[in-house]
């Protein structure tokens, strides 16, 4: 089984910029993978902000941004707000099966 | 508005089974495919399977782990989602999510919704 691989944790100062990204052991991540972009706060259900790399849902703020970049699909937050604390996972399809990376935790400081 | 509401979540033994279900509304489940992703406490998410709906063949995938041990089914009748589970082990300790699928790997519907998920403890 392919392993999916983010950043453990990133800090970000309020209002700031912050990319996560999101890597692939099979090789570089494609528009084929159909990159999703996962959000879960502590004690909270699962949220999906990004799907297919770059789309959104409507309850995902403008702020929010997905791509793919080097390689890896990425996720960006411009002008970070405290809410935005959080876990972030990525998720790849392969083909079928979907495999989640670990997870980054976003701090904003 | 989409409501996906998961049950059945316990105490098992090792080596025991259970039953999990997901009530859903609000949208044509008949239609619907659907995921179960799982949570172990303290780490992160893991996608468990999908099964997808009549008009599709009601065909399933499922992560490497889980293959032979858990089963996917639905009874459109109901709106309700089941995750069979036989020969559970700790490591199968998690809460459970149902998730919406969608009909094509770039679909909207996939993972859109969630439900508040419910947690199965192995233990002896």
């Known amino acids: 089984q392919a392993v999916v691989t983010q950043e453990p944790s990133l800090t970000v100062s309020p209002g700031g910029t912050v990319t996560l990204t999101c890597g692939s052991s099979?090789?570089?991540?494609?528009?084929?993978?159909?990159p999703y972009w996962i959000q879960q706060k502590p004690g909270q259900a699962p949220r999906t902000l990004i799907y297919?790399?770059?789309n959104k849902h409507s309850w995902t703020p403008a702020r929010f941004s997905g791509s793919l970049l080097g390689g890896k699909a990425a996720l960006t937050l411009s002008g970070a707000q405290p809410e935005d604390e959080a876990e972030y996972y990525c998720?790849?399809?392969?083909?079928?099966?979907?495999?989640f990376g670990a997870g980054t935790k976003v701090t904003v400081l | 508005e989409v409501q996906l509401v998961e049950s059945g979540g316990g105490l098992v033994k090792p080596g025991g089974s259970l039953r999990l279900s997901c009530a859903a509304s609000?949208?044509?489940?008949?239609?619907?495919?659907m995921n179960w992703v799982r949570q172990a406490p303290g780490k992160g998410l893991e996608w468990v399977g999908r099964?997808?709906?009549?008009?599709?063949?009601?065909?399933?995938d499922y992560t490497a782990p889980v293959k032979g041990r858990f089963t996917i089914s639905r009874d459109d009748s109901k709106n309700t989602l089941y995750l069979q589970m036989t020969s559970l082990k700790t490591e199968d300790t998690a809460v459970y999510y149902c998730?919406?699928?969608?009909?094509?790997?770039?679909?909207?519907?996939?993972?859109?919704?969630w439900g508040q998920g419910t947690l199965l403890t192995v233990s002896s």
């Open positions: 609000g949208l044509t489940f008949s239609d619907a495919w």
């Open positions: 998730a919406t699928a969608g009909g094509f790997s770039g679909s909207p519907w996939n993972f859109q919704y």
């Open positions: 099964i997808k709906s009549k008009n599709d063949g009601v065909t399933t």
């Open positions: 099979t090789g570089a991540v494609t528009s084929g993978h159909y």
């Open positions: 297919d790399t770059s």
């Open positions: 998720l790849l399809s392969y083909s079928g099966p979907y495999v």
